[in-house]
């Protein structure tokens, strides 16, 4: 199979296939949360890393209005022509979720799917989470997913997903390659495997994400006075099933809300 090295945000077609495919449970969660955890109503929403926007064009749908930014311009591009398609305004910008600031506060944000661990310092993921605070009004929610780093038992080294459309199969996978606890990186290599009617070939990247325990995720948490910790939920997306993280907890969403 031919293997074309390359990152893997700069082919959205191919990523949304495999992580837009699945948007509904998310979706329902989300809307749940608003109504459960936020003060007030919920109309305007920001999605920081929204990279293809397959959240947002839905919740726009949904009635709201929505904004994001992604540090990848093709994914960015990508978002705003599904938004226009659909009739919406182009509402997503090439930015930095560590450094950015909004026009007007919003009501509600979120960030599902692990994007958080891009950040690979304390200090960004510190000027993450004011920048976050300062863009959501008192009252407003932010809802954060990520994978947290087991303290006791093994754990999960590999990922697998695939998804169809038409003639178009991709087929996703994600492996550990290496961690280095004391720099808190997880090494990660990924691959799409595409089928098309006339071509087969293999993209490849290799990234890192910042690990955290538990312990560590909340000692961070606890540097941002603004933010409270309503609920934790895993990402079987139940607003009815609220967790306590421990020491073996791996998928976690956080519901933080401003004070």
Known sequence: METITAPFYDFPKYYD????SDWK???DFLQACFQKHAAGNVRRLFEP???TGRLLVKLAAAGYRVGGNDINPK???YCNARLERHGFPPS???GDMADFCLD???DAAFNTINSFRHLDSEADALSHLRCMAAALRSGGIYVLGLHLTPTRGEPVDEESWSARRGNLTVLSRLWVTGRNQRRRQEMVGMSYDIYTPTRQFRILDHCSFRTYTSRQLYGLLG???EFEVTSVYDFGYDVQQPIEIDSRSE???LVLRKR
């Open 104 to 106: 007007q506060p919003v």
């Open 17 to 20: 296939l495999v992580y837009g």
């Open 49 to 51: 890393a929204c990279g």
């Open 223 to 225: 540097r941002i006075p």
């Open 251 to 253: 998928d976690v969403v």
């Open 75 to 77: 994914a960015v591009a």
């Open 25 to 27: 449970a998310e979706f």
């Open 92 to 94: 997503a910008v090439v």
